[in-house]
């Protein structure tokens, strides 16, 4: 209890002081006391603040390792960069390829000959003419050296359509630019070559397939003349005025002898899971080591380790007691925090249902625990020993992660709810793709005639949509060529990301949804060539789901993804081919990243255990809060209470003191007995 001082009584008390000091003494054990309750519950949401940030950093490292293709990890190395580059992903074989590299891809460059005199420009505006360019892209036949096309002299690519593009400035600028604005994989440039301006044609895809066939309507009535006009810029073999510069032509390489050709220097399928980029011909060799990348594996884990010994070390400080300063952690025998410790403990301690025999618990690959606090001692020779040895054993220690020995099957991924173990695979039906098959017996009109039978409508996977045929007669492999292109291209279906194949056999087309599964359909809706191209009664083939059983039970079947149900729920294979029948055993384990994983999403969720306990010491807070005004009112009450009694005594204090003053006074002026005026009387 604090000392209580005053300057005085009567007249010169000092009241307010007087009870300015009595509030203070009397509300000061229970200020201190919700003092204490407010600084202990806000200690604690700031430890729990610093506890739900090293879970978050945790769950941050656990990402990658969650997942199999972390630990899946290619690289490729060439033995020459000079020659060859690659890059590997996940799903890339360990082998050594030897590169024979005989020539490069090359694009197609096209350039106005400045022999013909109507081509000999002297300025960037001379006018050539008006009208329209069309490009067409394909195989082009031709012979450089004898400025002569051989039959066929081109062949449509059937992955592209053909562009025209329209002339309204006929200046040479002019055209130029209208080709490079109208973006159709052509670059058209000017150069001056001392004498005259010469415009080029540069395709901008590499490949045999991209080479040009080019075609004008001019409007000077002259399409096929040297004399002037866009007939200046044709490139066919009815009428050929620009020279080739570059022909168009495919990579061609061999693979450990195996004869590969590409029309774009960078494979991406040559090798499963490798992009070869080739930058050097003339039969230049390189040799090209696809391996397991030890170095991202081993940093996943070592980043796994230094994470959970951050979570580890922020729990043992939290929880922490020291007898010699007797000072305790802010979480010291906190019930939630021995909780979420004794499940990680547990957790990283048991062994991986499910794993290969002799990699079931962390020690096997080289980490231990410090048994004097909890954190994790990594081996790095151990590791990287095991990494080389047996990869999928690792994979399967730490990621979801389903093995199987069918090159045909894959394992696509799996949810929270699927049990580890090994399950039998049963395939009984493979995943199709719907086609629109030609009635048997009628080949395909050939001659393709503007408003007459150039116009067909389709659904393809379920979306409808329209394409026109470019008019003009065909050969079969040149009006496959086109149907493809035209349908492929068309806005509707490039969209809805829908895509089709065309084939023929004798002359009669099937088109076939490049989708697998229930989904996959293709039907022909109408158009005035339809009949002309299917006949009358074409036939519809709807694709089928992959069926089969995962592990004994009926599994869901989606295009060629199998998901099991039961204990295999969520257990996603993709089914790419085979036999039908037995398929063997996909062996799945859920390893530590992935339990670890699942308890921190549980743990971290919005309205998770965090959550909760924030919420309640924010509660607290508010209760101390409503306690403080509580406090406060009785206060006021008090003060005005020993105000009005020390006012009161104040004024009794200043009575006595009248009366005290007028009785001394009085007093005063009474005679005293004995003296002299008394003596007189």
Not at 201 to 224: H, P, Q, R
Not at 257 to 270: F, M, P, R, V, W
Not at 471 to 478: D, E, P
């Amino acid at each position: 209890m604090p000392t209580i001082t005053a300057s005085g009584l009567g007249s010169g008390l000092d009241i307010t002081s007087l009870v300015t000091q009595l509030v203070a003494a009397e509300g000061q054990p229970a200020t201190q006391r919700l003092d204490r309750r407010e600084a202990q519950a806000q200690a604690k949401l700031t430890a729990y603040g610093t506890l739900k940030g090293a879970f978050d950093a945790f769950q941050t490292s656990l990402g990658t390792l969650k997942s199999a293709s972390s630990f899946l990890s290619k690289s490729a190395t060439s033995s020459d960069p000079t020659v060859a580059t690659a890059k590997a992903t996940s799903a890339a074989v360990p082998g050594t390829f030897n590169l024979d590299i005989a020539q490069l891809a090359k694009a197609q460059s096209l350039v106005s000959d400045s022999s013909l005199p109507a081509a000999q420009f002297t300025s960037l505006t001379d006018v050539v003419g008006t009208g329209s360019i069309t490009f067409k892209f394909g195989v082009t036949n031709y012979d450089a050296v004898t400025d002569t096309f051989t039959t066929p002299s081109f062949e449509p690519n059937p992955n592209k359509v053909a562009e025209t593009v329209q002339i309204t400035d006929g200046s040479l600028s002019g055209i130029r630019d209208a080709i490079n604005q109208a973006d159709i994989g052509i670059t058209a440039a000017t150069v001056f070559d001392g004498t005259h301006y010469r415009l080029t044609f540069s395709v901008n895809d590499t490949g045999k397939a991209n080479g040009l066939e080019i075609t004008v309507a001019d409007d000077d009535g002259n399409n096929n003349d040297a004399l002037g006009g866009l007939s200046l810029f044709s490139f066919n073999r009815t009428s050929s005025n620009l020279l080739e510069t570059n022909a168009a032509q495919d990579a061609a390489l061999t693979v450990n002898g195996i004869a590969i050709t590409s029309a774009s220097n960078e494979l991406s399928n040559t090798l499963d899971g490798v992009t070869l980029n080739l930058l050097q011909g003339g039969n230049s060799t390189a040799t090209l080591t696809v391996a397991n990348d030890a170095n991202v594996i081993t940093g996943n884990i070592r980043d796994f380790v230094g994470k959970y010994n951050a979570l580890v070390g922020t729990i043992n400080d939290l929880s922490s007691y020291d007898p010699a300063t007797n000072t305790a952690g802010t979480l010291n025998g906190d019930s939630i925090l021995r909780s979420l410790e004794s499940q990680l403990s547990r957790m990283v301690s048991n062994p991986v249902a499910g794993a290969t025999q002799g990699f079931s618990i962390l020690a096997d690959i080289g980490i231990t625990r410090n048994s004097r606090d909890g954190t994790l001692v990594l081996d790095n020779v151990k590791l990287e020993s095991v990494i080389a040895s047996n990869p999928d054993a690792v994979t399967g220690m730490f990621a979801a992660f389903g093995q199987i020995n069918d090159s045909l099957i894959g394992y696509s991924g799996s949810t929270a709810g699927t049990q580890p173990g090994e399950y039998a695979v049963n395939i009984s039906q493979l995943a199709s793709q719907g086609a629109l098959v030609a009635q048997a017996g009628v080949a395909a009109n050939l001659t393709i005639t503007a408003g007459v039978n150039d116009s067909l409508s389709l659904s393809v996977d379920g979306v409808a949509a329209a394409v026109t045929l470019q008019a003009g007669t065909y050969t079969v492999s040149a009006l496959v060529a086109e149907l493809q292109s035209k349908i492929n291209a068309t806005a509707a279906f490039k969209k809805s990301d829908v895509s089709i194949a065309v084939a023929e056999t004798a002359g009669e087309l099937t088109v076939t949804s490049n989708r697998f599964g229930s989904a996959s359909k293709v039907s022909v809706a109408g158009g005035n060539a339809a009949t002309g191209l299917f006949g009358a009664a074409p036939t519809a083939t709807d694709g089928l789901d992959v069926q089969g059983t995962i592990g004994g039970f009926d599994a869901i079947g989606s295009g060629q993804t199998l998901k099991g149900t039961n204990v295999a729920t969520g257990l996603a294979l993709e089914i790419k081919g085979g036999a039908l029948g037995d398929r063997g055993l996909v062996n799945f384990t859920r390893g530590y990243a992935a339990q670890l994983g699942d308890f921190l999403s549980g743990v971290l969720v919005t309205d998770g255990i965090f959550t909760s306990v924030t919420d309640g010491l924010n509660q607290r807070i508010e209760r101390i809060n409503a306690d403080r005004e509580i406090l406060a009112r009785r206060l006021s009450g008090f003060e005005d209470r020993v105000r009005r009694q020390f006012s009161a005594m104040d004024v009794l204090v200043s009575q006595l003191q009248a009366t005290s003053n007028f009785l001394n006074n009085q007093l005063a002026s009474l005679p005293v007995i004995g003296s002299t005026t008394s003596n007189r009387k």
